[in-house]
């Protein structure tokens, strides 16, 4: 069964380090979102794309956060310098339309800052 | 605002019992959609439910709609121990551009053996 890959799954860094986290998503799925989830609370959606353009990025704190999906296939999202407030579980999913479909979610990749 | 929100913020039961979660949302929806969440896994789609539709099933859930009302509720009847998870909705609105999934604070469901 296909399934939307992260890594890595767990990451702990020091404040002021640089963070990378890739998500592989289903073969096919035009749409890929990133969203960060606060212990405790739901899933906040940082980013969205649609292939290799990004159609929604207005919770990405764009000072210190950047995504990429060069080809419209894999997609890369960096934080840098880190905050003690970003750590968060942070999951990918992807979609095979950004109309009407259902979401498929990554594992996610754990982010402890210290 | 676009999100869900879920209702109770936590419910707790014992194994057998039916746990029921209710989802309002503001805006007029092409869909709507529940997920579950394992405690430190990511979100899996559980069932969709267009808006010309009242009611849906599968296998012991029961997903029922009111969009006059703007409101969901998810029943999960015959509860087991391995239920136990946060449940999120999200309404998916009528849009001429991309859609994208905004989810609230969830249902965290407890089940007790």
């Known amino acids: 069964e296909a399934e939307v890959a992260q890594s890595p799954r767990y990451k702990i860094t020091e404040k002021s380090q640089a963070v990378a986290f890739w998500c592989d998503p289903i073969?096919?799925?035009?749409?890929l979102y990133w969203y960060r989830q606060i212990l405790g609370q739901g899933p906040e959606l940082l980013v969205q794309?649609?292939?290799?353009?990004?159609?929604?990025d207005s919770q990405l704190p764009k000072d210190r956060f950047s995504a990429e999906r060069l080809k419209g296939v894999d997609s890369t999202l960096k934080i840098q310098p880190a905050e003690l407030g970003d750590s968060a579980m942070y999951l990918c999913a992807s979609s095979l339309t950004s109309v009407t479909g259902e979401l498929f979610f990554g594992e996610g990749s754990r982010l402890t800052v210290l | 605002s676009q999100q869900g929100e879920e209702d109770p913020q936590a419910l707790s039961i014992q194994e057998g019992e039916n746990a029921t979660m209710n989802c309002s949302y503001k805006t007029s929806i092409n869909n709507l959609q529940w997920y579950r969440q394992n405690s430190g896994r990511g979100l899996v789609h559980l069932i969709l439910?267009?808006?010309?539709?009242r009611e849906k099933h599968s296998g012991r859930l029961r997903v029922t709609l009111d969009t006059s009302k703007k409101s969901s509720s998810l029943l999960i009847t015959a509860s087991r121990a391995a239920d136990t998870a946060s449940y999120f909705c999200a309404p998916v609105p009528i849009s001429g551009g991309y859609n994208k999934l905004i989810f609230g604070a969830g249902t965290r469901l407890a089940v007790h053996p």
């Open positions: 439910i267009r808006s010309n539709e």
């Open positions: 794309f649609q292939d290799e353009s990004v159609v929604d």
């Open positions: 073969s096919g799925h035009a749409t």
